[in-house]
């Protein structure tokens, strides 16, 4: 009797989906929320990848800026910050922009597109792009391209 309910249940499960989940360990995209993205008031002259995973590391982080800027509230509880900081440019239309996250067994992965023209104004920019995820304890780890577009609208 044991047995044959066993298979009814495996039976029942298959039919409605539940046996299809995603194995824990297999890579899987992770939803992100913008926070920031290509600001102009978050002047930072060093380029760099962000991991913020509670309000110590946002203070830090935001000590770097003159003027310092502040961040839309993040609950660092349920949630952590990553982002990538281009640095000061020489000229207008750069940009930066997180495409997707994945998360596998062992590591968060960020890629992200750096956006860099070939024409534009002689005036500083500084892209950058955080977000927030899911609060996670893996390590992160940032996979980039670079893009050059010959051609941009200014504005």
């Known amino acids: 009797m044991g047995l044959q309910f066993l298979k009814v249940a495996c039976v029942i499960q298959l039919a409605c989906g539940t046996a299809y989940a995603q194995h824990p360990d297999e890579p899987h995209p992770i939803l992100f929320e913008t926070l920031i993205k290509n600001d102009s008031h978050f002047h930072r002259s060093e380029s760099g990848f962000i991991v913020l995973r509670g309000p110590g590391d946002e203070s830090a982080f935001l000590s770097t ?47 992200y ?31 980039g391209r670079v893009v050059i577009e010959n051609e941009r609208k200014q504005p």
């Open 65 to 111: 800026f003159f003027p310092r800027p502040s961040l839309p509230e993040v609950d660092y509880f349920s949630q952590m910050v990553l982002g990538v900081c281009g640095g000061v440019r020489s000229m207008t239309g750069h940009s930066i922009e997180i495409d997707e996250i994945i998360e596998g067994a062992n590591v968060v992965i960020v890629y």
């Open 113 to 143: 597109t750096d956006f860099q023209p070939t024409l534009g104004f002689a005036y500083q920019s500084w892209p950058i792009h955080l977000v927030a995820i899911p609060r996670t304890k893996l390590p992160v780890e940032f996979r």
